[in-house]
């Protein structure tokens, strides 16, 4: 995978992560030209000749690497290595666009631990969505030989005549953080600090992370609503082209065409279906609108150069690129759309469950009387609570920090997470629905556990647990 600061992908930053793709750098010309402006600036430059934050008034004849040592501080569990080498495969693509004025000699280095398997022992609490501070400091001390490098082979990338599932993510097993002599090495100097841990990096490999996986996800939800709609002969009506031209929203056009393709025929039994089918094309189309809003505005910081300051030209432009409120309000209406497809997914649940639509007995039993697959219900609503509780807006809420300077916070880290943790609920609701599907589009069997039924069908909708 070849990085030149213009051009990566969430895909990606996935395949980067978990599939054993190594990356290549295609020029450092924009890293170096900003290194060279950056040599030659006089006066005070944030970071660089003064303090951060509340210090930013304060000149430092001196300075020396405490910033990077100052902020190495994390809470809670580590996030799995996978995660941590997208971050770096964002980072090191981001300094390639040039901006930050760091020495670029740094970034074969940031190449070799990706392509090494050497990734920074990151832990999930310490960002708020101004710069993954903590994070970039941890992974500049394992460069520095302060702290040691978590090291793991990277996955084998995949043979050319196959394709093979997603992997996933493994636990971290004890005893891994190693210090090695091989392991990747840079004497950072003073002035390249705030330049190097200055970036939202964590927070954009998972937001890149989860927009991949959720249009794997989005598609499948597709499959699973044509077997429902086959199960309970519900119309096709309300899919048809004159419907989605007399009001063309992108998402519900293609959801509904991509529908009208996996069904036999024009289905017509009832009037008018409950709006788990009449209106699947308009919800679930809003949700694939919103994941495609979401992946558009993780690209475009994927690939800029969000660098405070910013070196450009002969100057150092001090600014707030570093805010991720575009990224965070795309995460909080991705998730919420989220919810919206769910919840029409356990309406179609329901209606799997009442004999008015298929015509078996009620709950999908074998003979009348037995519950057959009511405990469906009872999961999918179980995560469907969940999901509800993960899409609380994470954007209404702020910080003000560092003795009032920086009086705003975007909490896009939050909201990334959030959506990675909104992958597993979401395929188990989809899974219900699945197993209902079908059990409805089959002759019903005698009462049993459903636990391996439900595990199957997680595994059609997806080949991969949730990172």
């Not at 927070?203 to 609503?225: G, K, M, P």
């Not at 519900?234 to 004159?242: D, F, G, K, Q, T």
């Not at 880290?413 to 609920?425: D, F, G, K, S, V």
Request: net charge negative; proline share 10%.
């Amino acid at each position: 995978m070849e990085l030149d600061g213009a051009g990566l992908t969430c895909a990606q930053v996935h395949e980067a992560a978990y599939g054993g793709a190594r990356v290549t750098i295609a020029s450092l010309d924009r890293a170096r030209a900003a290194w060279a402006t950056a040599q030659e600036l006089t006066g005070p430059v944030y970071g660089r000749s003064t303090g951060v934050g509340a210090n930013r008034g304060v000149i430092l004849d001196k300075p020396g690497l405490d910033l990077l040592r100052s902020h190495v501080c994390g809470a809670g569990p580590m996030i799995p290595p996978a995660r941590a080498r997208a971050m770096l495969v964002v980072r090191l693509n981001q300094l390639l666009a040039g901006g930050s004025g760091i020495d670029p000699a740094v970034l074969p280095v940031l190449a070799e631990a990706i392509n090494g398997g050497f990734t920074p022992p990151i832990q999930t609490y310490g960002a708020i969505g101004t710069g993954d501070l903590a994070a970039l400091a941890t992974t500049a001390l394992c460069l520095l030989g302060e702290l040691p490098w978590h090291h793991e082979p990277p996955p084998p990338p995949p043979s050319p005549d196959t394709t093979p599932p997603l992997p996933s993510e493994p636990p971290r097993p004890p005893g891994t953080l190693l210090i090695d002599v091989a392991a990747p090495r840079f004497p950072f100097a003073p002035e390249d600090a705030l330049p190097f841990i200055s970036s939202g990096a964590a927070t954009l490999a998972d937001a890149a992370i989860v927009c991949h996986r959720l249009r794997l996800l989005l598609e499948a939800v597709i499959d699973v609503a044509a077997m429902s709609f086959t199960a309970v002969g519900a119309s096709a009506e309300p899919l048809a082209a004159a419907v989605q031209e007399a009001r063309p929203h992108p998402g519900q056009a293609a959801v509904a065409a991509r529908l009208r393709g996996l069904l036999t025929q024009e289905l017509a039994t009832r009037v008018q279906d409950p709006y788990g089918y009449r209106a699947f094309a308009q919800v679930h189309g809003a949700a694939v609108d919103a994941l495609d809003r979401a992946t558009a505005a993780v690209e475009i910081d994927l690939n800029a150069a969000a660098e405070n300051p910013l070196i450009a030209g002969s100057l150092a432009w001090h600014n707030g690129n570093f805010h991720s409120a575009p990224l965070a309000l795309a995460l909080d209406a991705l998730r919420a759309a989220l919810v919206q497809t769910a919840q029409l997914s356990a309406a179609r649940l329901a209606t799997l469950m009442d004999p008015v639509y298929t015509g078996h007995h009620p709950f999908l039993a074998d003979r009348p009387g037995s519950s057959g697959a009511l405990i469906l219900e009872y999961v999918a609503q179980d995560a469907l609570a969940e999901l509800r509780l993960l899409a609380t807006p994470v954007t209404t809420g702020t910080a003000v920090i560092s003795l009032g300077t920086e009086d705003h916070a975007g909490f896009a880290t939050q909201a990334a997470r959030n959506a990675l943790r909104c992958l597993e609920p979401l395929e188990i609701v989809l899974a219900c629905e699945r197993t209902a599907a079908l059990r409805a589009l089959n002759t019903p069997t005698q009462d049993r556990p459903l636990t391996d039924d439900l595990t199957t069908s997680r595994h059609a909708l997806t080949p991969h647990p949730p990172p």
